[in-house]
């Protein structure tokens, strides 16, 4: 893994070098949604509902309200995000922030695809023992029709994990007990000794592809700082949602900071992940559409 990191890091140039093979315009008609947080907690840009929430607790979304309270699980901070203001999530918690996926992460019926990108730094020695979820995104759980990024810290270390579940009817139709089903028949990517530390940040961005085809050919793809990592090898990725209740979720039982947060209708390519990361004042720098 650290020789596809360095690779990532030795490609990512200026953002006019790689503007010579990568069109801005396109990559900011393909950004649905953004959240920059230096203009407060609400969206930059989003095709749909662009204000934040917090409920108190899974499942309690009828209890959900908009805006960041400063008592709730994450609070906005002025100084030290990757460009500016960043989110803050100090300690775990019950309570879950969240945008509306609806047309913000668009599904699609037929041979969907997309990409999620955002900045992640955080001390391992702050995270609580077990799972915690940077991003969650799903209109169910985490088992079913949902994508996640997520750390599990263990006596044994903190891996980081890429999980790309279809309706569960699909992926586990026996509805098998999660810890008895083999490691390679869970649609999961782990990365021991993933480079997260208080002191830098690092750029993630996981995407997906021929999704809803009905085929064995649908692949998740997760890329740290501008290098492939690895892919969820393909499969019957059928994910039945209900835009309604799709939710793009960050920081639940995290401990950390997160900084421009990003969604597009289409996978990206590895030079349009290198450009984002790349992106001076992140991508604001891509101006307006």
Known sequence: MAALLAAGCA???????????VDPKALRSAMTFHASFDRGTDADHAAGDPWVYVAPKMEAWAEAKPGLTGEGPARLVTEGGRYGQ????????????????????????????????????????????GFCDPVQLTPRAWN???????????????????GAYADLKV???NNRDWGSIPAAEKPLLSVEGPPFS????????????????????GVAALYLDGALIGRIPARNQWFTWDAAKSRLMLGVGYVGWMDDV???????????????????????????R
């Open 86 to 129: 960043a989110l803050r999530f100090d300690k775990k918690s019950d309570g879950v922030v969240f945008y509306r996926a609806d047309r913000n992460v668009p599904w699609q019926r037929e041979n969907w695809g997309g990409a999620v990108s955002f900045w992640l730094r955080t001390d391992f020695a702050e995270l609580a023992m």
């Open 171 to 173: 992926w586990n139709p």
């Open 198 to 217: 208080r002191d830098r940040w690092t750029h993630v961005v996981f995407t997906w592809e021929r999704f809803n085809t009905g085929q064995a050919d």
């Open 144 to 162: 079913d029709a949902a994508f996640f990024v997520e750390f599990e810290k263990r006596n044994q270390g903190v891996p980081f994990r890429l």
């Open 11 to 21: 490609s990512s140039r200026s953002v006019e070098t790689h503007y010579g093979r």
């Open 262 to 288: 990003a969604a597009f209708n289409r996978p990206l390519t590895v030079a349009e992940i290198q450009v984002i990361r790349g992106l001076p004042n992140g991508i604001r720098s891509l101006g307006g």
